[in-house]
């Protein structure tokens, strides 16, 4: 059953995540005329339309906050922020609020997995059976909606590069259909976590208990594609997690922790929000015909308890200054005040395209762009974006980084992000011209 509105509109797992949610960061930056005349001044006059869009965002109780962080070199981001952490609240959001990024964990995930390239722990076109032996003979789906036993062999292994761009084969279970599907969801295959709270139309199946069980019960079920021949949005940057692990010896998260968080200054970002910061968790929102509804309010938010999973393609919650924080790394190239987090060669090969020869994008989101470490690649820019209405990218050629930050659920709800484009377009014309 799913959870009905008056109007006979529905809330179900995949209307939460839906499949835009991850495709728009990169693009906005993209094709904006910036430079360094963008950071002459002070936020409040220097970005009149993007800050008029957020005013009227949050006035209009669209959402609860919007926090915008926009940063040039190495110079500390300038913020436009506007709301409280929740309907309600009287406590203000800004730069260290925390929020749930989701898919914006995937290039922290990437990034961690060109370390271990960098260090010779992995190569790119290396087979994952050498690390995850169940992945050695993989099959292949006959049709991506057709009965699970109805296979193919694989016709070459799914390497490191296949997992860095979602070209492995796998499916995921807010964008698979047919038996595939119930055979994820049968198995504790899900992509991440919403609420604590329950919420008819959601799977009631438990996820799969721990990252280990996880890839080994995804190596028992065909692939919907075969490895390195099409781009299909997946679980793919979570068994990077677990090569990761295994390559490393380390834990995923003690891996992000000791790698990227802690040499990065990131102290708030987190796979469980410890109870000491829950002041600072935003509630997070259902959007049902226009309506906010909570479905993970701070208080009780499922990022307060363990996670059944480490999650590296979702798992994260974060704050707009420690995700700016990486950002800079990687606009300094490995380099973060004064310190080397990790090198140029590494971070230039994961923020450029990675994509397979002769992969198909047709008829997917990634059509005529590219694809680095877990985000996407397009004129200079690398980034991705969250399902909760999140995105960040950096912007190489001008030196230049973004970040939007709200809360609600599924990210279509509002035409957000075409809006965020356009008043920084706007903007930087007008900086251009005057």
């Known amino acids: 059953m799913a959870l009905r509105h008056f109007d006979g509109t529905t809330i179900t797992r995949r209307s ?36 008029d869009m957020v005013k009227t965002y949050v006035d209009r109780q669209r959402v609860a906050n919007i926090v915008v962080s926009m940063g040039h070199g190495k110079a500390a981001p300038q913020a436009i922020a506007r709301g409280g952490l929740g309907y309600g609240s009287a406590v203000p959001a800004g730069l260290d609020s925390l929020y749930r ?3 914006m964990t995937k290039p922290i995930t990437g990034m961690a997995a060109m370390m271990c390239i960098e260090e010779g722990l992995l190569s790119i076109d290396q087979p994952i059976a050498d690390f995850l032996p169940a992945f050695a003979k993989m099959n292949v789906l006959k049709s991506s909606q057709g009965p699970i036993n109805d296979t193919v062999p694989a016709k070459r292994p799914i390497t490191v ?9 796998f499916g995921y279970d807010i964008i698979t259909k047919g038996p595939l599907l119930d055979a994820y969801l049968a198995n504790g295959l899900s992509g991440g976590q919403v609420s604590r709270l329950p919420i ?38 979570d068994v990077l997690g677990r090569v990761i692990e295994k390559a ?26 410890p109870r000491s910061e829950v002041s600072r968790l935003t509630d997070n929102y259902g959007i049902l015909a226009g309506v906010p509804l909570p479905i993970d309010p701070a208080a009780a938010s499922i990022y307060t308890l363990s996670p059944p999973i480490i999650w590296g393609g ?8 420690d995700y700016d924080r990486f950002l800079a790394m990687l606009l300094g190239y490995g380099m973060l005040d004064g310190k080397r987090v990790m090198g140029e060669a590494a971070v230039r090969m994961g923020t450029a395209n990675l994509l397979p020869e002769g992969v198909s994008l047709a008829g997917t989101w990634l059509q005529g762009q590219q694809f680095g470490a877990g985000g996407r690649v397009h004129n200079g820019t ?11 990218a950096v912007d190489f050629r ?36 005057g």
């Open 248 to 273: 490393s010896g380390q834990k995923l998260d003690a891996f992000l922790k000791t790698r990227i968080f802690d040499p990065c200054g990131m102290d708030s970002t987190y796979f469980q929000v």
């Open 101 to 103: 990024i989701y898919s």
């Open 314 to 321: 979702s798992g994260l919650v974060s704050s707009p200054r």
């Open 16 to 51: 939460l995540f839906r499949a835009s949610a991850y495709m728009a960061a990169g693009g906005a930056m993209a094709a904006l005329p910036m430079g360094q005349v963008a950071f002459a001044r002070d936020s409040a006059s220097l970005w009149p339309k993007l800050a």
């Open 382 to 392: 690398f980034g991705w974006g969250g399902a909760a209405a999140t995105l960040a």
């Open 161 to 169: 590069r296949h997992l860095l761009t979602h070209t492995a084969g």
């Open 200 to 237: 008819p139309g959601f799977p009631s199946a438990k996820p799969a208990p721990g990252l280990a069980a996880f890839t080994d019960r995804l190596a028992k079920l065909p692939l919907i594609a075969q490895p390195g021949t099409k781009w299909s949005y997946s679980v793919s940057i």
């Open 398 to 433: 001008n030196g230049l980084r973004a970040g939007l930050f709200t809360q609600f659920m599924p990210d279509n709800s509002y035409p957000l992000r075409a809006d965020f484009e356009a008043a920084v377009r706007q903007d930087m014309e007008a900086m251009q011209n």
